[in-house]
């Protein structure tokens, strides 16, 4: 193997996993910042009877991380034009993300909450479109995360209807 192929395969795993810490990092960052509302807010709240147990969203939004980080990952090592616009997609969608933990447990306001992830569903929307021509594989490793988020907007709607 040659110095410049062990580069460019290190830049294409390089590629690949920025993507996936970022997404992980913003994952951990919403899990602190949230603690202390989940422990005295959130368990007063009334909540829909689709609830799933706590334990359900640590282990569910892990992996969400990682499929949105791999998402991005290989979007990234494609040599297309269109990726740059992609990858402010994916960077705005995980600001909204991280701004929505913010605005529903932090400030707990499931109004703002609605709002913000009522645009994030629709910029992840945006992104699985996009994506697809780019790499079908990328679009698909979205797919669960955007369910999810419609699920979470029911969650949210349900709370600031009922609360």
């Not at 799933?52 to 290989?74: C, H, K, R």
């Not at 629709?122 to 479109?129: A, E, F, N, P």
Request: with cysteine; proline share 6%; hydrophobic share 55%.
């Amino acid at each position: 193997m040659t110095e410049h192929t062990s580069f460019k395969n290190g830049r294409n795993v390089l590629e690949l996993l920025w993507p996936v810490v970022l997404g992980l990092t913003v994952g951990a960052l919403s899990a602190c910042m949230q603690s202390e509302s989940i422990r005295y807010w959130y368990p007063h709240l009334n909540k829909p009877p689709l609830i799933p147990p706590n334990i359900v969203f640590p282990v569910v939004w892990t992996i969400l991380y990682i499929m949105m980080g791999l998402s991005m990952g290989l979007i990234l090592q494609r040599k297309d034009d269109r990726k740059r616009f992609l990858r402010i997609l994916f960077l705005f969608q995980l600001f909204l993300n991280f701004f929505w933990c913010y605005l529903f447990f932090v400030r707990q306001n499931p109004l703002n909450g609605l709002v913000c992830i009522v645009a994030l569903v629709w910029i992840v929307i945006l992104y699985t479109i996009k994506a697809w021509p780019v790499r079908k594989i990328s679009s698909i490793l979205f797919w669960p995360y955007l369910v999810w988020l419609c699920f979470a907007t029911y969650l949210n709607l349900y709370i600031y209807l009922y609360n």
